[in-house]
């Protein structure tokens, strides 16, 4: 089992940074790729960014050039580096792990930017 958590979530002016964190309860060598999903008000949860162990990245539309995925396997954690944040940014953000043959979500982390 793996266990995630994600923080660093909270409210901020439009325009404005944050930084999120999802921490693994365990070594990364057994995962592959990590990402953050956001799911905001009324709508379905959504691919946001995506690493993979060699730390390639792909990220949604939306969010590119804006935010910047990253991973430090030796701290087991994954951070989204969300910059220019805007209202439409405002949702739930969760952590994803895929290892070999199985899945694991974080609880996620409030982000709320205000106009």
């Known amino acids: 089992q793996v266990q995630l958590v994600e923080s660093g979530g909270g409210l901020v002016q439009a325009g404005g940074s944050l930084k999120l964190s999802c921490a693994v309860s365990?070594?990364?060598?057994?995962?592959?790729?990590m990402g953050w999903y956001r799911q905001g008000p009324g709508k379905q949860r959504e691919l946001v960014a995506v690493?993979?162990?060699?730390?390639?990245?792909n990220y949604a539309d939306a969010v590119k050039r804006r935010f910047t995925i990253s991973r430090d396997n030796a701290k087991r954690t994954v951070y989204l580096q969300m910059n220019s944040l805007i209202a439409e940014d405002t949702a739930v953000y969760y952590c994803k792990a895929n290892g070999a043959g199985s899945s694991y979500w974080g609880r996620g982390t409030q982000v709320t930017v205000s106009s």
């Open positions: 365990r070594s990364m060598f057994s995962i592959n790729d």
């Open positions: 690493i993979t162990r060699g730390g390639n990245t």
